[in-house]
């Protein structure tokens, strides 16, 4: 780690919030420390890929206990699930009337949207202001970390939109989907994409830079991919798509040139989208067999 990182975690006072553990997938610490723009833009933490699963993750990285704080104290500002793909995308791989888990369900706009379509909707939450909001919806809510969350159910369909990456153990959370899922049940998790061409060359300080104490793992579709397969899913589908104008705007937070970002932003959104460079991507993949 370099002496301006040390410097800065010192000025943060944040050492007790982090821990030089391993893969947050495969619990390994052998990686190598990627030598990559964002590891340079990075404020405290070096970017480590895991030489077995592929991962990438910062190291150190926050502590689960730091995590939990994190989405507790968290006041509803997310009014939606912006970075979801628009559900209409994968609606086509759920069955009607399928029964579905909607982990980190926010305020319940992709339940919402699913229920309205016949299917059984519940949702998992470990913020108390939201899993209050889901229940005056009705949605039935598993209130808790997801790892920790004691579930009973069996569901045809789990969906994690920007979820994972915050969890401690990636492992622990797919144990848990694949225990809640039916025989060929389906996964439909998104992901911020560390390949991403914004977040490699335009995006100041990120990825990690607004929520430095929230991530814990950093997907690429070749990372993903790789852990489902050994995890015993059958990857149907990944989707890359684009993000808004509005998204960059507010995420980011540079525009000294708002003529240059914009027409940035136009190549990105029309030229690049859809592209494997692009800003998050979704993985639909169904559970059907043992893992390994
Ligand atoms: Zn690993």
């Known amino acids: 780690m370099n002496k301006a990182k040390e410097v800065f975690l010192y000025e943060m006072n944040s050492i007790d919030k982090l821990t030089y553990k391993g893969c947050p997938y495969c619990d390994k610490t052998d990686g190598e420390i990627m030598d990559s723009p964002q590891t340079a833009r990075a404020f405290f933490y070096d970017f480590k890929k895991c030489s077995h699963c592929s991962l990438i993750y910062p190291f150190p990285r926050v502590t689960k206990e730091t995590l939990r704080q994190y989405f507790l104290l968290m006041v509803g500002a997310v009014k939606q699930k912006a970075i979801m793909p628009k559900v209409y995308k994968f ?4 069955g009607p009337n399928s029964k579905i888990l909607d982990v980190g369900a ?23 202001g939201r899993a209050e909001y889901l229940r005056s919806k009705g949605f039935k809510v598993y ?16 969906i994690l939109s920007q979820v994972l990456m915050h969890l401690f153990s ?3 959370a797919i144990l848990k989907i694949r225990k809640l899922l039916k025989d060929n049940g389906l996964l439909i998790t998104s992901q911020m994409n560390f390949n991403s061409i914004v977040q490699q060359t335009v995006r100041s300080a990120s990825p990690g830079r607004l929520n430095a104490f929230s991530i814990s793992s950093y997907f690429t579709k070749e990372s993903l991919c790789k852990i489902l397969h050994m995890e015993g899913f059958k990857i149907k589908k990944v989707i890359f798509r684009k993000m808004s104008f509005f998204q960059y705007f507010f995420l980011s937070g540079y525009p ?10 136009y190549v990105i959104k029309n030229i690049l989208a859809y592209t494997e460079t692009s800003d998050y991507f979704t993985v ?8 390994g």
């Open 91 to 94: 609606l086509k791989y759920i």
């Open 143 to 158: 209130e808790g970390a997801f790892e920790d969350v004691e579930i009973d159910e069996k569901y045809d369909v789990i």
């Open 256 to 265: 000294k040139f708002p003529l240059l970002f914009r027409f940035m932003d």
């Open 284 to 291: 639909i993949a169904k559970l059907d067999r043992k893992p």
């Open 106 to 128: 926010g305020h319940g706009e992709a339940g919402n949207y699913l229920k309205k379509r016949g299917c059984e909707v519940d949702a998992a939450e470990v913020n108390h």
């Open 170 to 172: 990636i492992k622990e």
